[in-house]
């Protein structure tokens, strides 16, 4: 049974960065395609960056484009989110999720995509 825990959320001002990581006890860390996903307060949940399983393809949803980065550390099965530029629409509980896949390219992106989540990790962007 595979395990994430997300880290890295806090409080911030508008205009700052945080790194979200998710330590994964998945094995091997390659077989994996990874996301994050994200729930404002009273909304569903939404995808916000997907991550193929050799880190070769990417997707991100187009209000994060340019602001946020998904990549995998595969030496310490770790996947990071660097949020730049945080706004408070930003605001939300963050999640990450894992799917075991044997397609190189994919790169999910709905939540019922994925097989395991972490437990989230809280975001606040205040103005």
């Known amino acids: 049974q595979a395990q994430l825990v997300e880290s890295g959320g806090g409080l911030v001002q508008a205009g700052e960065s945080l790194r979200l990581s998710c330590a994964a006890s998945?094995?091997?860390?390659?077989?994996?395609?990874m996301g994050w996903f994200r729930q404002p307060p009273g909304k569903e949940r939404e995808f916000v960056a997907g991550i193929s399983r050799y880190s070769s393809r990417f997707d991100y949803a187009d209000f994060v484009k340019g602001r946020f980065t998904i990549s995998k550390d595969y030496n310490n099965n770790i996947l990071y989110l660097q949020m730049n530029s945080l706004q408070p629409d930003d605001t939300a509980v963050y999640y990450c999720?894992?799917?075991?896949?044997?397609?190189?390219?994919?790169?999910?992106?709905?939540?019922?995509?994925?097989?395991?989540w972490g437990q989230g990790t809280q975001v606040i962007v205040s103005s």
């Open positions: 998945v094995h091997p860390f390659s077989d994996y395609a």
């Open positions: 999720a894992a799917e075991t896949t044997t397609s190189p390219s994919r790169v999910p992106t709905t939540v019922n995509d994925y097989d395991y």
